[in-house]
């Protein structure tokens, strides 16, 4: 902005006004940082033959038509589209060539599939990048999605301080 006036002699005198404007840096998006939780845990719903086994393992898992799975709700990020799954197979009695397929589910949105075959003990390991998923609350299910045949066996799930591995970690990628 300015303005003039006139001086003696003819001089034009002429003013000029500065508005200072001070901008604040942007305001960084605030990071979560990633929370590990355990699961399964005691505080899973457990669905399968058995439940809660003892104080290391839920199982005896083989039936999706029983609807055998673990799920727990965790409190989270505002959105998440990752998810680190680490689950300890203990004790694996299937025969016969069977397998206990399962998939994860987070809100309803099935983000992940594994088999889990015969013979197969000790831990999975499942690093899976999905769609953005939105809330604060996450619904996690993980579910048997086949029906091991009569006689073929079951696995069961670690969960605890019992030395297997045992967590999930949902996380903004």
């Known amino acids: 902005m300015h303005r003039g006036r006139k001086l ?4 034009l005198l002429v003013t000029v006004a500065f ?3 001070a901008f604040a840096p942007a305001a960084q998006a605030a990071v979560v940082a990633p929370t590990t939780f355990a699961f399964p845990s005691a505080n899973s719903v457990v669905i399968s033959s058995s439940g809660f086994i003892d104080s290391c393992q839920v199982g005896y898992f083989w ?15 505002r959105r998440i589209t990752h ?45 899976v990048t999905f769609a953005k998923i939105k809330g604060r609350k996450y619904a996690v299910k993980l579910y048997v999605t086949n029906e091991v045949p009569g006689g073929e066996g079951s696995i069961t799930l670690s969960y605890a301080d019992c030395g297997g591995a045992h967590s999930i970690v949902l996380k903004k990628h």
Do not use: C
Request: aromatic share 6%; no cysteine; charged share 15%.
């Open 8 to 11: 003696s002699g003819g001089a």
């Open 19 to 21: 508005v200072a404007v």
């Open 63 to 77: 039936s999706a038509s029983r609807g055998d799975s673990v799920s727990q709700t965790f409190k989270g990020a």
């Open 83 to 127: 998810m680190i799954l680490d689950v300890a197979v203990p004790t694996n009695a299937l025969n016969s060539g069977a397998e206990v397929d399962w998939s994860l589910s987070i809100n309803g949105h099935t983000v992940d599939s594994f088999v889990v075959s015969e013979g197969f003990t000790g831990t999975i390991h499942r690093d």
